[in-house]
């Protein structure tokens, strides 16, 4: 972005402000949170609205300002609430804020739905003094809506593009929008949502950090869902520093959230105090060749095995292959073909009667009365969810539910890693995704370069069990830290 008089110059703090170098300057005095609101509008203009035109933002908060004027005049008397005070934050367009923008999930039938009040994580957000600053796009429903969906594409945004190779590289789904503000500095944080894949495809895929909680761990109350059994929301960042903030702020139980009560002395306030530079060193990390490193391209699985030689270097005893046994017994998605008419009709059913659906029937109808507008890429998913009978009694949906614990995780994820005595598993990109998606486990991604054929962004992903993120934290930043393959996209082509 050309500098401007109106807009704020950031570069003289860094490259790419994290949010504690916002906060020392903010703390110095140099800068407020309404010129680092400035900025990122500034951004938004000239690299998402125009220039490569990356669409990422569906909606900007037309209160950001105000809020961060606010935000900074409690600063200067009381001092800041903690690390997120004054900092901007964009949601995924899924997940409700009681305000002036929408929440549609991208789509046409919900484009002028406005929710009642904020979703839980939200709530936590601005109590923690975050500056709501939008809305990003987002592949619709979540990537639920049919077979094929391109990545990133909904029918009330359009197209996001990803900064690395606007128009030729895959943006990831189905937070693309929330991966690509991020890595093109729309955005200091971003908040995404993941039922299998969509906060680590999107951040591997824009060479950023992601995290994919432990189900239950973030309550769910308040964003559209997919499935109960997996549905998730989580940070996405620059740096695994930033996102470990963005994980304290949001992490809690939430009572509406029945999942989140198991979350009770094992949430944490603060994950930062988990990072450690020297983290990799004694741990044992297990690589799952068969059934995903086979197939990646020469380029990326060179830059997953350089990844693995230099945590060797850092101290990491590599098990190199472990075997996930009955890895085919673990693919269907039934169970959120199943859940997903349950869960949508129970969201839809609390919307005001203004909204134009209130059932996933009613989306159905509605997508096809517009179809032109709406059903550029069909509705398959839908339907197939609308044929159940949305009571969760089908006896394919109770025994597809009770296999993917039995294989995902008790003889899956639970038997390797007790075998081989694992800190984390070591999986690239989202390719491991579906495992501890099933299993409800988490999963962290950090970059590990680009691949020499395209340019295109590589994460390695750790995966480990239930509420293990201060161990996968410790690996994240002791990876990133040693390698810094965070780079800022250029937008020279």
């Keep these: 972005m050309d500098n401007k008089p109106w807009y704020p110059d950031l570069t003289g703090i860094a490259e790419e402000p994290t949010i504690t170098a916002l906060q020392s300057a903010m703390a110095r005095g140099e800068l407020t949170s309404k010129e680092i609101v400035l900025y990122y509008l500034g951004r938004i203009a000239e690299i998402d609205k125009s220039g490569p035109q990356l669409n990422s933002i569906l909606e900007v908060n037309p209160d950001a300002l105000a809020l961060a004027e606010a935000l900074d005049a409690e600063r200067a008397l009381y001092g800041p609430r903690g690390p997120l005070h004054g900092i901007p934050v ?40 975050a500056v709501l600053l939008g809305k990003a796009n987002m592949t619709e429903w979540a990537n639920f809506m049919t077979e094929n969906m391109p990545n990133g594409f909904s029918s009330r945004g359009g197209q996001v593009l990803n900064p690395y190779g606007p128009g030729e590289l895959d943006t990831g789904g189905s937070s693309s929008g929330s991966g690509a503000s991020v890595a093109a500095n729309l955005t200091t944080v971003a908040i995404g949502t993941e039922t299998s894949g969509s906060i680590l495809s999107p951040s591997s895929q824009h060479n950023i950090v992601g995290i994919k909680p432990t189900l239950g761990l973030v309550s769910r109350t308040g964003i559209i869902p997919i499935a109960h059994s997996q549905d998730t929301a989580g940070p996405m960042a620059r740096t695994v520093r930033d996102a470990a903030i963005l994980l304290g702020v949001i992490a809690g139980v939430d009572e509406k959230d029945p999942a989140t009560l198991a979350s009770v002395g094992r949430a944490r306030s603060d994950y930062t105090v988990f990072l450690d530079s020297q983290g990799l060193r004694g741990a044992r990390i297990g690589v799952p060749r068969e059934g995903f490193y086979e197939r990646l391209p020469e380029d990326k699985l060179q830059l997953m095995n350089e990844a693995i030689e230099r945590m060797k270097e850092l101290g990491a005893e590599i098990i190199d292959p ?59 998913l839908l339907t197939a969810a609308e044929d159940t009978s949305g009571t969760l009694t089908e006896s394919t949906y109770i025994e597809a539910r009770a296999r993917d614990l039995y294989y995902a995780a008790k003889v899956g994820i639970d038997a390797v890693m007790k075998e081989h005595q694992l800190d984390a598993l070591l999986f690239p990109n989202n390719w491991g995704a579906a495992l501890p998606a099933k299993a409800g486990y988490p999963s962290i991604t950090v970059p590990a370069g680009f691949a020499a054929s395209n340019g295109e962004p590589v994460g390695v992903t750790f995966s480990g069990l239930a509420y293990s993120e201060p161990t996968l934290l410790r690996l994240a930043y002791a990876y990133e830290q040693a390698t810094k393959h965070r780079k800022a996209p250029t937008f020279e082509n």
């Design 90 to 129: 964009v949601v995924k367009d899924n997940i409700d804020s009681g305000d002036k923008m929408h929440t549609s999930a991208g789509s046409l039938a919900l484009a002028d739905s406005r929710a009642a009040e904020d979703a839980f994580i939200v709530r936590r957000l601005r109590a923690a003094g």
């Design 322 to 380: 472990v075997n996930i046994p009955n890895l085919k017994e673990s693919g269907s998605i039934d169970v959120l073909i199943y859940e997903f008419k349950a869960d949508l009709n129970a969201y839809l059913a609390t919307l005001g009667p203004n909204a134009k659906v209130h059932s996933l029937a009613e989306v159905i109808a509605f997508n096809l009365a517009h179809e032109e507008s709406a059903l550029k890429h069909g509705q398959t």
